[in-house]
């Protein structure tokens, strides 16, 4: 693994202040949520989509999705686990493996098997649907598993925030840019796992970054509690961290 598997940190976390500008839509029969940036600023062609955490669509992912608009990127969430998103800080004994397994009614799992062609699904219509020639990928916790997974499938440049079940030939078969946010304190990505992962990266040989954030845990790309100055300072620059990587090697 280039990273362990989710833990009690993939579901915890702080709900933020805002309003969301994007809609709500559907791509095929799965919820969506597309931010559209201002046709003045738009990279023309090109679009993000937005890999979620196990939270899914939510206030925190829309305003997140809204800041990639803002930079001209149109950008897409979409809804991994059909309508059985895991709800924030779930109650004590909450199983993750088993919601993954079989989802919250036990007959909807979220295991690759299931999640995959939702993702392709995602990125195919972003290009018959939007015209998108170029597309990037963010994958948050959950999410940064598809990231890597579907370079294959259309995703040109990637980022990752915090990634969780990330195996090894999985980060090795991302052949493009790949850019990835990492929190000091994390027992899913922890040193050993970041310093495998630099090693496979420099292995494929294509532009890689790890920037690594220290006072912040697992999530924090997301789910940081931004009263407090360090976590607030640290998820802001992962995200511009994001967006420059897509400035300079999807434009």
Not at 36 to 61: E, R, Y
Not at 173 to 193: C, Q, R, V, W, Y
């Amino acid at each position: 693994m280039a990273s362990n598997p989710p833990g009690t940190c993939c579901t915890v976390g702080v709900k933020h202040d805002g309003n969301s500008t994007g809609a709500d839509i559907k791509v095929g029969k799965h919820d969506g949520y597309l931010a559209t940036p201002d046709p003045a600023k738009a990279h023309k062609d090109t679009a993000i989509l937005f890999i979620p955490d196990v939270i899914g669509i939510w206030q925190n992912s829309k305003l997140l999705a809204d800041q990639y608009a803002a930079n001209g990127y149109l950008t897409l969430i979409i809804d991994l686990f059909n309508g059985d998103p895991v709800k924030l800080n779930p109650p004590q004994g909450f199983d993750l493996f088993a919601w993954r397994e079989k989802g919250t009614t036990g007959d909807n799992p979220h295991t690759t098997e299931y999640v995959d062609p939702i993702v392709v699904e995602a990125i195919k219509w972003l290009q018959t649907e939007k015209g998108v020639k170029k597309l990037g990928a963010v994958g948050y916790c959950f999410g940064a598993k598809y990231v890597a997974r579907h370079f294959k499938s259309g995703i040109n440049v990637g980022f990752m925030a915090h990634p969780s079940f990330v195996d090894e030939d999985e980060l090795r078969g991302f052949k493009g840019p790949l850019s990835i946010a990492a929190a000091e304190t994390d027992h899913i990505f922890p040193n050993e796992k970041r310093h495998r992962s630099e090693e496979i990266l420099k292995e494929v040989g294509q532009p890689y970054q790890i920037n690594l954030y220290s006072g912040v845990v697992h999530g924090f790309a997301v789910r940081a509690d931004i009263t407090k100055k360090d976590q607030k300072f640290a998820k802001e620059q992962a995200f511009i961290q994001a967006v420059q990587w897509f400035d300079n090697f999807l434009l």
